[in-house]
């Protein structure tokens, strides 16, 4: 047993082991997760925020390269406590880098730095773990690591979520309230003007809603009407710039001529996908020839903003009626420029409301950079403390040291070896398939499921806030993903990876019909929607059971601490790559038909199944104890 002193004490591995993997966990989930959700809020597209994110998985896929360097240079623990502080400094860097114009290009580079400290943080807390502790107290404390490291991922997916949803709120102007009520008297025609209305300015920054009451007709009208409705709205709201930030990507921006990739590549395969896989939508007019009325609600500020800020409107239903919805210009952005014109939203009846019913609509509009920037002050601080306290509390293994008694060229011609026993291994080939496809829908659903749930639903999406999208994640998701991965556990153990493999296969694929179902349905329902969340996330923790113990199989024998950090970086790779075409994709098929192709990747995973070659006793917990 290694004796870990400090001042005369042997440090308890109660006093560092949950904080160590509570801290391992968090950059992660802040990478993967809530950068994403971020960047939607602060309006990035869906292609950018999944091509560039996904490369924040990248050093997570090479860190098998570098981790020779952890053992050969320093201790483990100098390495813990050295890559927390730089954690710490890059979120402070990411929060003070988000109210700048450009914004998502440095905070992109400081989170890849982070993340690359993050990976090398793993590499050396996991190697601390098995210098710290003897073998007996390494299998006791293995379920206290893994519900610690999930207790960061709900911390990260709910409640700091959460916490910046609440900030969007409380750093706002004063909600934005109209209402529409319906009528049986005689249809009005919508007049197609733009707003003229005089606001006097005062010193209140406040926003106006014209007609604050509006009253619609329930008798039907012609699509064509509707659609002139429409883009009559969407084009006042483009030219005036209320809506640039949704519909472009800001780093198109940038771009002053198309590349050999675009015009050969992407823009012919993203057309030809497009054409004839894409969502051609309909209206209800295509089948009964006539469309719910609609109207046109005008909104206009009170006073100029500072320049350069902007001020970002979400409007949604509040309480009454679900007959009546907004179905365009949910999300508004003014700025000092455009604040004197008016910005239109579009409200529309369901099509077979006949009833006289009142619906009441709120805008809220917080200040989402400073809001998101106080979310990351927040976690810097947080890391802050962590250093601080594994500065002092951390043990001292006295097998915890540098690499000594080899050479650097020893090392290396070492790592060679390792590394290339790996490939030698039978069937090697059919098992790093096997490592990049098991995940191929799931890396495409994870990156593209917080934009689906906070995406207008004029474009497809559920119109959540970021509170209620922090909320299904953090709570009743991770709950689902612990409780998949519990059970996986429990059921590997009894009758083995063999037996496990094709309902495990099958339960991290198929309940992807959840997201079909809410994208085809677009339930209004909190219930429903956590309901469907969870299906999916308990499938994919039950089914992940066995994408793991198969790491562990194929990397058994030599250099298997090696052999399965190499393992690991195929895992990873598998998901940054199909993550990284997810938004790209979903631009071009739009949400449902995209979860259409989710559930299509899940082909291949199936397919490799039939031919990988498992003992049949691995995994059955007589057999491990």
């Known amino acids: 047993m290694n004796q870990n002193y400090r001042q005369g004490k042997i440090t308890s591995p109660w006093a560092w082991i949950p904080s160590l993997y509570f801290a391992q966990g968090?950059?992660?989930?802040?990478?993967?997760?809530?950068?994403v959700i971020m960047y939607k809020r602060l309006g990035i597209s869906n292609t950018d925020i999944t091509l560039y994110?996904?490369?924040?998985?990248?050093?997570?896929?090479?860190?098998?390269?570098?981790?020779?360097?952890?053992?050969?240079?320093?201790?483990?623990?100098?390495?813990?406590?050295?890559?927390?502080?730089?954690?710490?400094?890059?979120?402070?860097?990411?929060?003070?880098?988000?109210?700048?114009?450009?914004?998502?290009?440095?905070?992109?580079?400081?989170?890849?730095?982070?993340?690359?400290?993050?990976?090398?943080?793993?590499?050396a807390a996991d190697g601390f773990y098995m210098l710290a502790l003897d073998s007996s107290q390494q299998s006791f404390f293995v379920g206290i690591r893994s519900t610690f490291y999930r207790l960061a991922m709900i911390t990260g997916q709910g409640l700091l979520i959460i916490i910046a949803g609440s900030l969007e709120s409380f750093t706002g102007l004063e909600p934005l309230e109209f209402t529409v009520q319906t009528s049986v008297e005689a249809h009005k025609e919508v007049k197609l003007q733009t707003s003229n209305t005089l606001i006097p300015q005062t010193g209140k920054m406040t926003f106006v809603a014209f007609p604050a009451r509006m009253i619609l007709d329930v008798a039907n009208i012609k699509a064509d009407s509707l659609n002139r409705i429409k883009y009559f709205a969407s084009d006042e709201n483009r030219k005036n710039g209320f809506s640039t930030s949704e519909e472009t990507s800001i780093l198109e921006e940038g771009k002053k001529k198309v590349s050999w990739w675009t015009k050969y590549i992407s823009l012919p395969l993203g057309t030809f996908i497009k054409d004839n896989f894409g969502k051609h939508k309909t209206d209800s007019a295509g089948l009964y020839g006539s469309v719910g009325n609609a109207g046109i609600v005008a909104v206009r500020l009170t006073r100029q903003p500072r320049l350069g800020e902007t001020v970002v409107l979400n409007s949604r239903l509040s309480d009454g009626d679900k007959s009546i919805s907004i179905i365009y210009g949910e999300r508004l952005v003014f700025t000092h420029q455009n604040w004197q014109k008016p910005a239109y939203l579009v409200v529309q009846l369901d099509y077979k409301l006949r009833d006289?019913?009142?619906?009441?609509?709120?805008?809220?509009?917080?200040?989402?950079?400073?809001?998101?920037?106080?979310?990351?002050?927040?976690?810097?601080?947080?890391?802050?403390?962590?250093?601080?306290?594994?500065?002092?509390?951390?043990?001292?293994?006295?097998?915890?040291?540098?690499?000594?008694?080899?050479?650097?060229?020893?090392?290396?011609?070492?790592?060679?070896?390792?590394?290339?026993?790996?490939?030698?291994?039978?069937?090697?080939?059919?098992?790093?398939?096997?490592?990049?496809?098991?995940?191929?829908?799931?890396?495409?659903?994870?990156?593209?499921?917080?934009?689906?749930?906070?995406?207008?639903?004029?474009?497809?999406?559920?119109?959540?806030?970021?509170?209620?999208?922090?909320?299904?994640y953090g709570t009743v998701g991770v709950i689902s993903l612990t409780l998949g991965g519990i059970i996986g556990g429990i059921a590997a153990s009894r009758k083995g990876l063999k037996y496990w493999i094709w309902p495990m296969a099958l339960c991290i694929t198929l309940p992807h019909l959840s997201y079909l179902y809410l994208s085809w349905f677009t339930p209004e329902s909190l219930i429903i929607i956590n309901i469907a969340v969870a299906i999916e996330l308990f499938g994919y923790g039950f089914g992940f059971t066995a994408f793991m113990l198969y790491m562990i199989y194929f990397a058994d024998g030599a250099h298997k601490t090696a052999h399965y950090a190499i393992c690991t970086g195929f895992m990873a790779l598998g998901m940054m790559l199909p993550g990284m075409i997810a938004g790209w994709l979903q631009d071009l098929l739009g949400y449902n038909h995209f979860f259409i192709w989710v559930l299509i990747c899940a082909i291949p995973t199936l397919a490799l199944i039939p031919f990988l070659k498992i003992d049949k006793e691995y995994g059955i917990k007589s057999r491990l104890s």
């Open 356 to 472: 006289k019913v009142l619906s009441e609509f709120r805008g809220i509009s917080g200040n989402l950079r400073l809001a998101w920037s106080i979310t990351f002050f927040i976690l810097a601080g947080f890391f802050l403390l962590i250093f601080i306290y594994h500065r002092f509390v951390l043990p001292r293994p006295f097998s915890d040291h540098a690499t000594e008694t080899h050479s650097a060229t020893d090392i290396f011609r070492e790592f060679g070896n390792t590394f290339a026993s790996f490939f030698q291994k039978k069937k090697a080939g059919l098992a790093i398939a096997f490592l990049l496809l098991y995940r191929l829908g799931e890396a495409m659903l994870v990156k593209m499921s917080p934009p689906f749930l906070l995406d207008a639903r004029e474009v497809g999406g559920l119109g959540l806030t970021t509170g209620q999208v922090g909320l299904v």
């Open 53 to 123: 994110t996904s490369w924040l998985y990248l050093p997570w896929v090479i860190k098998p390269f570098w981790s020779p360097f952890v053992d050969m240079l320093r201790t483990k623990r100098w390495w813990i406590i050295t890559m927390q502080l730089l954690i710490g400094a890059g979120l402070a860097g990411v929060a003070f880098l988000i109210p700048v114009p450009f914004f998502f290009q440095a905070t992109l580079t400081i989170l890849w730095l982070i993340a690359f400290s993050s990976a090398t943080h793993d590499i």
């Open 26 to 35: 968090l950059p992660y989930v802040v990478a993967m997760t809530v950068v």
